[in-house]
DNA sequence: CGTTTAACGGAGCAAGGTTCCGTTTCCTCA
DNA sequence: TGAGGAAACGGAACCTTGCTCCGTTAAACG
């Protein structure tokens, strides 16, 4: 099979040997210090974790945005991709629509800083913004529209604004045991529903 | 009458002329420059605008928390005192309850970084998170524990959580006009009314 | 092998927070 | 009123962290 070098652009080349294998040990690196210093942590820090300098952090991973999408990439791809089969699966959209989010809260809560990462005016971490929302927000778009259409839910609401509202209930979610976030999206996934 | 000195206390002594008017110069060039460049401005830029020394700034406000609370005390007061007012002025604990939220989101929204402050894990911060929470959070459950006596909303939901929640919606509720805070602290708000 | 050049590493610069200490200014009391 | 002493001031200096730049290393290829 083909190797990770990508040459079908045409004037693409292969990448040199030790280029991928440090883009595989910064990788690694990364997501161990984002564990223990959340994904804020000094660049030197993860540079001396993967054994290399902190140009070649910059070299590989521009803004601090790439490397963290790097790390998360196949996590959000999984929830992007649950959100359908969740719909099919379940008894009614606006069920669907709350594992989905559930889902979605899960990842969060368990990634030290992320959550607050994600502000769209944070400097430089625009691009990781971006990027969970270009993903996301169309698998929420459509599992609200299915539970608008159904009448469940009250209309009006945003995909967008729902997305960055669950993730503003997430900052800060672990390290404090007095605050439950899942309990609060809950109420507001509740306060979705049509009110009689 | 007697002069901002407090006497009190015994031990106390009065405070040197230049040290009670370098206060309020502070306190004046704070709210200004947090006004434009929210409440994580340099430190040298308030200096700056007060034309004093940064040593001045950190002999009368040790950290940022102590600046931020003696620059919005009054409104946070008034936001406090709200709360008995308007639950026996309002039709319905929940009502009450919906108004004095919105008053704290209002206060929230209009100052740019406060809410992102707010966080309690933010290093230096604590102060901070601290006031806010001692002083409103016993309003908080004043309103909530009328509303569930009154049968109003489902049980369980602590101020704490309630209010950390809406401050956390709050975050980068300016700076973004597809994002409108108060509409998701409504729903969360609606969330909490009793299911029929 | 020798040549080319991608990739590396870390010194160094900028920005911001915080401390420290020599200087200034105010207060008190004779 | 005018020393003397202490409180307060100011800003230079230091530390941490992000990011760049360029001399050095070593992979790839003929």
Redesign the interface.
Known sequence: MATQADRSAGASQRKRADAVRNEKTLLDAAAAVFVTSGVEAPVRDIAARAGVGTGTIYRHFPTRADLIIAVYRHQVEACAEAGPALLASSATPHAALGRWIDLFVDFLVTKRGLA?AL???NAGFDTLHAYFLDRLVPVCTQLLDAAAEAGEIRPG??A???M??VG??C??AD??P????R??V????????R??
Chains 1, 2 share one sequence.
């Open positions: 607050g502000q769209p005016d609401t945003h967008y604004e729902l960055r509202g503003n209930l900052i800060g390290s404090d007095n605050y439950d976030a309990r609060l809950e109420l507001l996934i509740a306060g979705l529903l009110q009689r």
